[in-house]
């Protein structure tokens, strides 16, 4: 009986050891891959990324957007007013292309939108790691008017349209 006792236990120890022995060759074989995995994620984190600036940055995109921007006849005369968001694609070389609407508002004023874009001068592009890279960009174009009386039609007379336009 005591015989049959110490069996059980040194079977019961012997199976522990099995799943134990199991269980570290299992741990110790996922250890090199997660190593490996948690280094390239380390290396992504240290990517530099630097995204496409306007010469001048964001206030001179500003100032070359009003002084570009010319509303159309035709969308005054229709009171259409809105936010026409343009994307377009920054080269390695700074060049803008791949000009296109993404949210729309009118015809007239997505044709002013990317004639504007278009006509922008070359950015200073991107870059990953210090290397110039081609990047998306986006930019919402804003159309508003601000009518002080009333909508002046370009029929009426100067005089009236200038009394209209001026008055305090």
């Given amino acids: 009986?005591?015989?049959?006792?110490?069996?059980?236990?040194?079977?019961?120890?012997?199976?522990?050891?099995q799943i134990i022995s199991f269980i570290l060759l299992l741990?110790?074989?996922?250890?090199?891959?997660?190593g490996s995995f948690a280094q390239k994620n380390k290396q992504k984190s240290k990517d530099k990324i630097v995204m496409p600036q306007f010469p001048?940055?964001?206030?001179?995109?500003h100032k070359y957007i009003i002084s570009e921007l010319e509303y159309p006849l035709e969308a005054r005369l229709n009171k259409e007013t809105g936010e026409v968001l343009v994307a377009f694609s920054v080269g390695m070389d700074g060049y803008?292309?791949?000009v296109?609407?993404?949210?729309?508002?009118?015809?007239?004023?997505d044709a002013e939108a990317v004639r504007v874009v278009s006509n922008m001068p070359s950015w200073i592009p991107g870059?990953?790691?210090?290397r110039p890279v081609r990047a998306e960009m986006s930019i919402?174009?804003?159309?508003?008017?601000?009518?002080?009386?009333?909508?002046v039609d370009e029929?009426?007379?100067s005089e009236k349209a200038h009394n209209e336009k001026f008055r305090y």
Avoid at 27 to 34: K, L, N, V
Avoid at 56 to 61: F, I, K, Q, T, V
Avoid at 140 to 151: G, R
């Fill in 27 to 34: 741990a110790f074989s996922i250890m090199p891959f997660s």
């Fill in 96 to 98: 803008i292309s791949g």
């Fill in 56 to 61: 001048g940055g964001d206030a001179e995109l």
């Fill in 127 to 130: 870059k990953k790691n210090g």
């Fill in 1 to 17: 009986m005591v015989v049959d006792k110490l069996l059980r236990l040194m079977l019961n120890c012997f199976a522990m050891k």
């Fill in 140 to 151: 919402p174009i804003n159309f508003k008017v601000k009518y002080e009386n009333k909508f």
């Fill in 155 to 157: 029929e009426e007379s």
């Fill in 100 to 109: 296109r609407v993404v949210r729309s508002v009118s015809e007239s004023l």
